[in-house]
């Protein structure tokens, strides 16, 4: 299964406030995605999620977690407590990995943090109105973006690392070049209310930005010209995070109202809605199999939408003295490039991870 060229705009979602919730991995059917074709015989087979273990290295809420396949042994992770951490993935089942790198600049919460394709660069923006251009070789930050005027709480590279894209809470989505210039900024027919999340689609021959807000509205923007494409309508909360299939064909959408809705790219229509039954805080698609997962309170659940099945719900175990404390909420998620590990950060300042396992039914 080919991988997209863009991998880290698809397997991030965004974690803009202080809304948390579940994950659940939903499956997509033949009839809408082409990006991932399951091998014959994995009919016969059932895949479940196994955890490996943690990382332990914030001191605050893990806001977003980005990999590349460039390097499968290091992550990055963006977090409330003002800093980026790339780890070093050891794999040992008592600590995961080990914080490698401490990236610090930002004087207020870091919101997200995405990858370059080529692995060389990570961009984050924060709650200090800025974004941030990070050299992963030095740990430095090479470009800083000024121009919002409130808290920055999405970012994203296009395909060909050219060009930058931020959503903020001051309403506006700003496009950049790499060398920290706004080259436009989107007002027109732009959001209401707070910018949550922004992503580009990895399809070069349909260049486009995908955004949601707290206007419950998912928004599509034509790149060439900046201007509105589609309005996406249909759920009735504010919405955390959309996130946009590999190939580019559909895109994914949820907040406040549980709604996972499911958006045809091509044809600019409402695809299907899956029921979540929590707060939606992040998605993502599987780089190679048919899911989705969304972050919807404590737990992780995986749905196959082939089948319309889920294939495993996961829950970290918390050992807590007290009877009512509140289990911590996922708030983050991704998958390493090849499908198989997936990363989740959650409001107890840890990140989980479990791994795809494969047994004969």
Known sequence: VPAFPGSFCMEFACSPCACVGSL?????PPT?????????????????????????????????????????DMILSASRDKSIIMWKLTRDETNYGIPQRSLKGHSHFVSDV??????????????????????????????????HTKDVLSVAFSADNRQIVSGSRDKTIKL??????????????????????????????????????WDKMVKVWN???CKLK??????????????????????????????????????GKHLYTLDSGDTINALCFSPNRYWLCAATGPSIKIWDLEGKII???????????????EPPQCTSLAWSADG???????????????QVTIGTR
Request: proline share 4%.
């Open 114 to 147: 995405v990858i370059s394709s080529d692995g060389q660069f990570a961009l984050s923006g924060a709650w200090d109105h800025t974004l941030r251009l990070w050299d992963l070789t030095t740990g430095l930050t090479t470009r800083s973006f000024v121009g």
């Open 223 to 225: 790149l060439a010209n």
């Open 230 to 267: 589609t309005n996406h309508i249909g759920h009735t909360g504010f919405l955390n995070t959309v996130t946009v299939s590999p190939d580019g064909s559909l895109c994914a959408s949820g907040g406040k109202d549980g709604q996972a809705m499911l958006w045809d790219l091509n044809e």
């Open 32 to 72: 809408v995605q082409k990006y991932a074709e399951a091998p014959p015989n994995l009919a016969k087979m059932t895949e479940q999620m196994t955890v490996r273990g943690t990382l332990k290295g914030h001191s605050g809420w893990v806001t977003q977690i980005a990999t590349t396949p460039q390097y499968p």
């Open 311 to 325: 294939v495993d719900e996961l829950r970290q175990e918390v050992i807590s003295t007290n009877s009512k404390a």
């Open 24 to 28: 659940r991995v939903l499956r997509l």
């Open 176 to 213: 950049w070049n790499t060398l920290g210039v706004c080259k436009y900024t989107i007002q027109e027919e732009s959001h209401s209310e707070w910018v949550s999340c922004v992503r580009f689609s990895p399809n070069s021959s349909n260049p486009i930005i995908v955004s949601c807000g």
């Open 340 to 354: 198989q590990t997936l990363f989740a950060g959650y409001t107890d300042n840890l990140i989980r991870v479990w």
